[in-house]
């Protein structure tokens, strides 16, 4: 829906993945940081490209951790680290609870839209790190989409 709304591509984080990444998710063997760290980079390839032809790109990644979106932050080429407000790369958190967190991704799961076992969602949640340095924008996942689009377009606009 961000896409639609921004008119711009979106792209799913997901579809990012090596097959023995998504083998071992299915296995339900946590990824570790030498895993991701190949993903994050091919992601970060793409977001460069756009990002360099001035496009306008939506991504939705489970980038946890403080390090994961330094490399996203790296697609801008004029990001210095630590110069958050002024990267081209923004990050909006959805936060919620792991009972809504679970109930979605079995949703997901149920109708084959995803290949993480819900054995795996507590290490999501142990990795999360939101540093209020990063000037993450947070909002609830509980609130519907459009609410979460809405709000989001004010933010940026």
């Given at each position: ?108 799961a149920s109708e084959g839209e995803h290949f ?23 909002i609830s996942v509980v ?15």
């Amino acid at each position: 829906m961000l896409g639609k709304a921004l008119s711009c591509d979106f792209l799913d984080a997901d579809d990012f993945h090596s097959l023995s990444n998504r083998d071992k998710m299915r296995q339900g063997i946590a990824l570790t940081d030498e895993d991701r760290k190949p993903w994050l980079e091919k992601i970060q390839e793409s977001l460069r490209k756009r990002l360099l032809n001035e496009e306008t790109v939506v991504l939705a990644c489970s980038s946890l951790r403080k390090q994961y979106r330094e490399i996203l932050r790296g697609s801008d080429p004029d990001y210095k680290p630590g110069s958050y407000t002024s990267c081209k790369v923004k990050f909006v958190l959805l936060e919620g609870n792991a009972e809504v967190i679970a109930a979605r991704l079995q949703k997901r799961a149920s109708e084959g839209e995803h290949f993480m076992p819900l054995t795996l969602l507590q290490s999501q949640f142990d990795l999360l790190q939101a540093d209020e340095c990063e000037k993450i924008f947070k909002i609830s996942v509980v609130l519907t989409p459009e609410v979460i689009v809405n709000t989001i377009l004010e933010i940026e606009a």
